[in-house]
């Protein structure tokens, strides 16, 4: 019998999240050891030079990063399709994914999920208010601005949910997380596009997971995830102390 898929990265990172929704929209067994990138130990780093997650294990492959897992996940197992067929929109979706992924990433994780959550619980260090009001102020509303030109006022951007649609929920599920909701006076599409897409069975299948995740310290995580039933691997990488990751170690 073949292995289950392996996925290495904890359940309240938007680039995990993107991974196992398209894993779960394509009925795709898998297992997931759900560490947090900064306490990998010396075999993720080997895994993951850049001591980033997600990463896919799929027998000997090793793949990182989100996008391309997902590109992997939809040419090894192409139903239900996650990208449109046509290909202008199929390079839209692309466009939109690449720019949530590098813009919201930016001020979503950096800015606000990072500064506000991470640095305190997990490096003890105190929160710069400045990057946050910055990121939550200016940074934030100039992608609402796009996104309410991007996204329609019923359903999800290319007819069927796509890559796009994904990419984009996951990264304000982050946002909630630090109590910033989408102002539906300002944005109403987008809050609304959000609370659909994000009310999607898949998104809430891992959003029972991402909810005890969020609010458990890092060593506990996997224990409690454990008695939920999360589909764990037998082994965890996560057991290192935590130190800052390859891109960053300001
Ligand atoms: N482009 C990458 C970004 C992945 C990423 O930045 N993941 C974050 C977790 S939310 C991470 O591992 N950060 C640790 C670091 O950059 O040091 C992808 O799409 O997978």
Redesign the pocket.
Known sequence: MSQPLKIIGNYI???VRKVLVCLELKGVAYEIDPIA??VGDERFSELSP?????ILMDGDLVL????VICEYLEDRYPQPSLYPRNPAERARARWLEEYA?TYL?EVV?WGMFFQIGVKRYVFGEATDDEVVSRARDKELPVALDYLERQLPAEGHVFGDLSIADIAIASFFRNAAFVRYAIDPQRWPRTAAFVERTLALPAFQKLAEFENRTVRTPLDKQREVLAEMGAPLTAETLGNAAPR?????LE
């Open positions: 990172s938007p680039y990138p900064f850049l001591r980033r997650i997600p990182n990063d989100s996008t992924d990433g994780i800052r990751g390859v891109m960053r």
